[in-house]
């Protein structure tokens, strides 16, 4: 556990400079203090909702423990944590199986985590599904 919250903070900034050179990145997110659903927003044009999904990743055994442990509920994890995502890139659709191989060739391990959609007036910026 000692090992795992002492870890460095991962650093993005030259695989991510090299895929924007090579691709048009829309938005980055670093996954900080305030989880996935605060965090998220803050790239999105008005009018726009990411939809992410919750089955699209593994939530890592420590925040499995938190969420054991702490008995909080999968909104209060999102909206703290960042459960396992460090950064969020968002590109185009034609673009995401480029801008992965491109992270993975850079040792990152990226995956499509869900979409980008209309925002319906009313809703959150950012929904975990």
């Not at 995502?85 to 995956?111: C, F, K, Q, T």
């Amino acid at each position: 556990l000692g090992e795992t919250l002492l870890a460095p903070t991962r650093i993005y900034v030259q695989p991510l400079l090299a895929l924007m050179q090579e691709m048009p990145v829309k938005g980055l997110a670093h996954i900080t203090g305030g989880g996935l659903v605060d965090n998220v927003p803050r790239i999105l044009q008005p009018g726009l909702k990411a939809v992410l999904e919750k089955n699209s990743w593994v939530l890592p055994p420590l925040f499995q423990w938190l969420q054991k442990e702490g008995n909080v509920a999968d909104a209060e994890m999102h909206r703290v944590f960042n459960c396992g995502i460090g950064m969020v890139v968002v590109v185009g659709a034609g673009y995401a199986e480029r801008a992965i191989a491109r992270l993975a060739a850079a040792g990152e391990r990226a995956l499509p985590i869900g979409g980008i959609v209309a925002q319906p007036p009313g809703e959150p910026p950012t929904v975990v599904v």
